[in-house]
């Protein structure tokens, strides 16, 4: 259960500090109306995320009995982590100059995280062959996967929210190019772990 938890976290960890939509609006609502709002954004996937969740385990209890689709899933999954890692190795200085957003934080990163693709594509690659693999290893590993990426992912928003309201300076400097190459080269390790748990999933059909 510490293993899917340890690998919820540093998903959620590395998916809340890439730079994309919203954390964009994170960081934008906070400059122009506090950190409160900045936490209401951050707050987002929570509510938008649990209608794909249910979806993926739907789809993974047909799916129990294909272990070769689970593993071109896994695959997939491997390889889409693998460019989450070198998106973080190569990541720069966020700007903090962003246009001023509208009022309704809240509604607005609902409407932000669910038109875009990226918790779609996790949960369909990445999601689905680790939830499989959870479900095989008890009851707790399941939830501890989900806890452990959700309470990373919106946490270190909340941070980015935070340290935006105290001073832009430590968004903009070196520490952050570091924790974000840090957290590339433990993805791309990740990703190791999917590609050969992917392989060995098609070797079932082999056998």
Same mark, same amino acid.
């Given at each position: ?85 070198? +998106? ?26 669910? /038109? ?10 990445? +999601? ?30 909340? /941070? ?23 957290? +590339? ?23």
């Amino acid at each position: 259960m510490l293993y899917f938890l340890s690998f919820g976290a540093v998903l959620g960890i590395s998916s809340g500090l890439s730079p994309g939509p919203l954390l964009a609006l994170v960081i934008s609502e906070t400059l122009r109306h506090g950190v409160k709002a900045g936490v209401k954004v951050a707050l987002a996937p929570i509510i938008t995320d649990l209608p794909i969740i249910i979806l993926t385990l739907l789809v993974l209890s047909k799916l129990s009995g294909f272990p070769e689709i689970l593993g071109a899933i896994s695959l997939a999954g491997g390889i889409f982590i693998c460019t989450l890692g070198f +998106g973080c190795i190569r990541a720069k200085r966020i700007e903090t100059g962003v246009r001023e957003a509208a009022p309704k934080s809240l509604a607005k990163g609902v409407l932000v995280n669910a /038109l875009s693709p990226h918790p779609y594509l996790f949960w369909l690659s990445v +999601g689905a062959p680790t939830m499989a693999k959870a479900m095989s290893h008890g009851i707790g590993a399941l939830p501890a996967f989900i806890v452990g990426f959700y309470a990373s992912l919106v946490g270190s928003k909340i /941070l980015v929210a935070m340290l935006v309201g105290r001073s832009k300076s430590l968004l903009t400097g070196n520490a952050y190019i570091y924790t974000m190459r840090l957290l +590339g080269v433990v993805l791309c390790a990740l990703a190791v772990a999917l590609f050969y748990d992917g392989l060995k999933l098609l070797g079932e059909r082999n056998q």
